[in-house]
């Protein structure tokens, strides 16, 4: 497996392909300017405008944000405006939400994509040993102190200056620190506090993944995925097609049931369980002008 956190083209033929940066990475690697693969932490947006709203950030079920999960970097080559191509997953934590076998309303995966030529990143492949922040979501969007997801007008009332996606990531917020730094710091300082820290957790995982990627994701457009049993798979035929063009959707990847177990997703780790998470993409790749809510399907492991 290749090590490199930086931008990597996809070979559609190649076999299934893991892409996460590895564990030791340091923090500023994972800027969008790089167009990381990763796991957990805050997203790196791709597009740095026009981001998923609210509703679509909500589980479907208990209406509370989703967490991040992982995204991937994953580029078309056969398209102008598919030169750069990241996929967002995100789960809900709430561990009632995840039982219901098949049940995705507590999921979403998104799909933004820019071609070379974009308001955001430079034409050039940013050089390797690059430490500038680089082109930063908040720069265009209020986004959330503590997971970096956006914030629709939830902001602290005494600073005017932290924003949250929550009312709930506020509180962490404020027990975190916030109650001693709010209103002591100007604007930058404070935005400086608030820059993308890795998990620990994550950290370890990502060091036993790089021992076993194909447990934890199968990158393989337009194949099948791999059912962990026969019951409750979805047929290609049933899958809904693009909700912007209407073009039939293909399988790109599939998420594999170890890297859950593996992933610190709350104090309810336990009850969120799955065999695995198909994800069908848009099988033209078109250019959405903000980012694209995809099709995934849960499978869960047969009960017997
Ligand atoms: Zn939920
Ligand atoms: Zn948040
Ligand atoms: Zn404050
Ligand atoms: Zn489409």
Redesign the pocket.
């Known amino acids: 497996m290749d090590s490199s956190s930086g931008p990597r083209r996809v070979d559609e033929t190649k076999e299934a392909e893991l892409g996460f940066v590895n564990a030791g990475v340091p923090g500023w690697k994972l800027a969008s300017k790089f167009f990381p693969s990763k796991l957990g932490g805050k997203p790196a947006w791709l597009a740095l405008q026009d981001l998923p709203s609210d509703e679509d950030l909500r589980?479907?079920?208990?209406?509370?944000r989703?967490a991040f999960l992982l995204q991937i970097y994953a580029p078309i080559e056969t398209r102008v405006d598919g030169f750069h191509r990241t996929l967002f997953v995100f789960l809900?934590?709430?561990a009632?939400?995840?039982l219901q076998n098949a049940e995705c309303s507590?999921m979403a995966v998104f799909r933004s994509q820019l071609p070379r030529e974009n308001p955001y990143y430079s034409f050039h492949p940013t050089p390797e040993k690059d430490d500038s922040p680089g082109p930063s979501v908040a720069d265009f969007h209020a986004i959330c102190w503590v997971c970096g997801q956006p914030a629709y007008g939830k902001r602290c009332s005494k600073c005017k200056t932290a924003t949250y996606c929550s009312a709930l990531h506020q509180k962490t917020d404020w027990k975190a620190g916030h109650r001693k730094a709010c209103g002591e710091y100007s604007e930058s300082e404070l935005l400086a506090m608030a820059k993308p820290e890795e998990d620990p957790v994550c950290e370890r995982f990502l060091r036993r993944v790089r021992m076993y990627p194909e447990q934890v994701l199968r990158y393989h457009m337009k194949s099948e995925p791999l059912w962990v049993s026969v019951e409750n798979q979805i047929s290609l035929s049933a899958v809904p097609p693009c909700a912007l063009c209407g073009a039939p959707r293909h399988f790109e990847f599939q998420i594999m049931p170890q890297l859950l177990t593996h992933l610190s997703l709350g104090s309810e780790k336990d009850a969120v369980d799955w065999g695995t998470i198909a994800v069908y993409t848009c099988s033209d790749s078109c250019r959405p002008s903000e980012y694209a809510r995809e099709f995934l399907w849960k499978q869960d492991f047969s009960p017997n």
């Not at 589980?59 to 509370?64: D, G, K, L, M, P």
């Open positions: 589980c479907r079920r208990c209406q509370e989703m809900c934590r709430t009632s939400c995840g507590n």
